[in-house]
């Protein structure tokens, strides 16, 4: 019997894989092997901007009133109040960042130094380096399979005699289960402050994300729904809170969130309320610092506002539309659509996929997805494997001092890592403000991919082993394939 060496048999199957792989037309074919891209016309670009916009700008620029002080100025004023009104309720507080407003609400309430504040695993970096500006340590939680937000019960099982706050995470589409997250504040006396970065107009029984707990966090950074390019909103429960977090964010002056008289600027009545605004510099309410709204990016948010709700009702009907589509296809599972979420939004659109169906896991998936021009990403990592998300490294205060909850090696929540590492997607918002076709290339390129499962995994397999070895004749093969055939000249990074 002739003996076949290893190296020989995965030659043999990596040629017939390949041979099959090359035997589709160019339209069956993916991008990423030679193939016919899905969508060649580029989605819509963000953020929509018209006349409005510059008009817009112009008037604050002309007004004289460029910054954020005397805090709140008029365009700040009228945004803070629209903002509330579209979201459903609370005390609205422009501040610079979406960031800060986490922060800053923690202090609104005392919660400070060697306090916890439960956050979920799965989540851009700064809802967990809030806490820490507070002073205040995050204790991440693992999150629930089913929305990818934070879960209750891993919530319930983190809380000890010092857990003070939770930060529930409304995620892409989706939101938190604030009923059995705002059960158990209750039950332990706990402040709920929602991260609502991806939740601008999303609802939960008729109320807006925001308004539920006792804090919601909005950012306007440039890729949110809603945007001023950078900004933040802090929804605050109460007047009082408000009234606190405005003097944070306004060096520690007594602030007053109320709207100035309309009058033209520089006028004697906006003078004189100058002139009261200076008087309070030494009334100091607290200790505070300067992370303001500008004008400039308030008039932009008013603009901002009146596009909104057209925006919103045309992503969830999209959205809609998509998850009809979705569900044609093998390997695919939708996150849970939870009834009591009555209206959704849409920052990214997230699903999962089943590696073992595609063949591959995520990142190969979105990588196939991307060179059939779709907008895509695999998500966040997990928290506790972040690399924006490093405390150790830096030489701050929390970390320092309480290192045990820094240790990383011995974390483990198997569902933000599933979620992370293998299966989650996140379509660009782009996506469904192309009409249905936008959405229909979208389901045409995944079930394109999906139904080209062996050469993906050759393709997949050719990468791991090149990493490895790209001595080894047959992967170098299919890596000189590979790159040779790469749409547009994109390489894939090996």
Same mark, same amino acid.
């Given at each position: ?9 995965? =030659? ?61 100025? =008029? ?8 903002? =509330? ?90 939101? =938190? ?76 002056? +007594? ?93 990214? $659109? ?19 997805? $991307? ?33 045990? $909850? ?67 004749? +047959? ?6 394939? $590979? ?12």
């Amino acid at each position: 019997m002739q003996y076949i060496s290893d190296e020989k048999k995965s =030659a043999n199957t990596f040629k017939k894989e390949l041979e099959i792989a090359q035997g589709r037309s160019a339209t069956d074919n993916l991008a990423s092997l030679g193939g016919t891209p899905v969508r060649t016309e580029p989605y819509p670009e963000w953020p929509i901007i018209d006349r409005r916009d510059v008009e817009a700008v112009t008037t604050a620029v002309e007004s004289g009133r460029w910054g954020g002080s005397p805090y709140p100025g =008029a365009q700040t004023v009228a945004f803070a109040n629209k903002f =509330a009104k579209m979201q459903g309720g609370g005390f609205a507080v422009p501040m610079v960042n979406g960031t800060v407003t986490m922060e800053v609400a923690l202090r609104a309430v005392s919660i400070g130094w060697g306090d916890e504040v439960i956050v979920p695993a799965y989540t851009f970096q700064a809802t967990a380096t809030a806490p820490m500006a507070a002073g205040a340590i995050p204790v991440i939680v693992d999150i629930d399979r089913n929305t990818y937000c934070i879960d209750p019960v891993a919530i319930e099982k983190a809380i000890t005699d010092k857990t003070r706050a939770i930060i529930p995470v409304h995620l892409g589409a989706q939101m =938190a289960d604030m009923d059995a997250i705002m059960a158990i504040a209750e039950r332990h006396d706990l402040i709920v402050i929602e991260d609502c970065a991806h939740a601008h107009g999303a609802m939960w029984k008729g109320r807006g994300a925001g308004t539920i707990g006792h804090f919601g966090s909005f950012s306007f950074q440039s890729s949110k729904i809603l945007t001023t390019g950078e900004g933040g909103v802090l929804l605050c429960r109460t007047q009082e809170l408000a009234e606190r977090a405005a003097s944070i964010i306004n060096c520690g002056r +007594p602030t007053q969130l109320q709207a100035p008289e309309a009058t033209p600027a520089n006028s004697n009545s906006q003078t004189v309320r100058a002139f009261m605004d200076l008087s309070n510099q030494e009334r100091v309410s607290t200790l505070g610092t300067n992370c303001r709204m500008t004008e400039i990016q308030a008039a932009l948010g008013n603009v901002a506002l009146e596009r909104f709700p057209e925006q919103v009702a045309q992503r969830e009907a999209m959205v809609n539309y998509l998850e009809e589509r979705l569900v044609e296809i093998p390997g695919i599972r939708l996150l849970k659509k939870d009834t009591r979420h009555s209206r959704r939004s849409f920052y990214k $659109y997230i699903f999962a996929i089943e590696p073992k169906v595609f063949g591959a896991k995520h990142d190969a998936v979105c990588l196939a997805l $991307y060179l059939e021009g779709i907008p895509c990403w695999t998500g966040y990592p997990a928290m506790h494997r972040y690399d924006l998300f490093q405390p150790k490294l830096s030489r701050l205060p929390v970390p320092s001092a309480f290192p045990q $909850y820094f240790d990383f090696k011995a974390m483990s929540f198997p569902e933000a890592e599933r979620a992370s590492q293998h299966e989650a997607v996140w379509l660009d918002e782009s996506v469904v403000r192309a009409d249905k076709q936008g959405v229909d290339d979208v389901v045409k390129a995944i079930a394109k991919i999906q139904a080209n499962t062996v050469p993906l995994a050759v393709a997949n397999t050719a990468k791991k082993l090149a990493v490895k070895s790209l001595q080894f004749k +047959p992967v170098r093969a299919l890596v000189d394939f $590979y790159v040779s055939q790469s749409d547009k000249g994109l390489r894939p990074s090996f």
